[in-house]
């Protein structure tokens, strides 16, 4: 964690400083060495919020784009006396969970329900390099995209890489359009992914993969189908729309 509670304060790490936690009131203690942010950690984390997972410098460095007041907030739950500890909760009251490790569909399912108005930001290193994307889709807001179907052309054919295509519902698989055949496009493609964790398939809040530099692509169903889709979006800008600085790292 970036926080913990001094005096009564949320306060960073220091070296040699010792604090308690603010959702199990445990002793933490400062992580100050020269190889990564200097944070907090548990001396046991025994009691401690079951949702949290192992931090990394990924997850600090999300953080940190957003102010002070909105990292590392609380939640409780007066009906059922439940808590959790959200990554961000933003200005508007948005939380952003920022996901490294595996998630079970009955955690995914309890963190959405608890949460309510929410996104994922999912850390796509681990998986980048089985994720390819395709070709482009037409917008979302045309009529016909609802009756669209993919299809993946074979590696046998002469003229074919194993690529995926659209095409309208109805038309044979052997006259499929160009790949780049595509009207008013609104940026949104197709995608393969080779291994694929399943479980962001299943999420009903927003996800959004941070590739690093290769960028965010946030996943989306497309049309009435069970097939997805991805759309790179700006990391500035998605900062600055939730109320962070994406210059935070630098100042």
Known sequence: MLYANCDG????????R??????????????CGPRYTWHWAHVTKAGCDPWWEGETDWHRGWKKY???????????????????VADVITPNGTVIEFQNSSLTLAELK????????MFWIVNGAKF??????????????VEEVMDLRIAV??????DSSGQMFWYPNGMAIDDLPPQNTVE???GHRLFQWQHARTIWYCAAKPVIFDFGETGLFRMLKQGTHSFFVVKKIAKEELI????????????
């Open 9 to 16: 304060l949320k306060c960073s790490a220091t070296p040699r």
């Open 18 to 31: 010792r604090g308690t936690c603010p959702y199990c009131q445990s002793e933490v203690l400062a992580k």
């Open 66 to 84: 957003f102010p002070t007041k909105c990292q590392e907030v609380i939640r409780f739950e007066s009906m059922t006396n439940e808590k959790h």
């Open 110 to 117: 309890s963190r959405e329900t608890f949460y309510g108005k």
């Open 128 to 141: 980048k390099d089985n994720f390819r994307i395709g070709g482009k889709m037409p917008s979302r807001e």
């Open 153 to 158: 052309r074979s590696r046998r054919r002469k």
């Open 184 to 186: 008013k496009d609104d």
């Open 240 to 251: 600055l729309k939730n109320g962070g600085n994406p210059r935070a790292e630098t100042d």
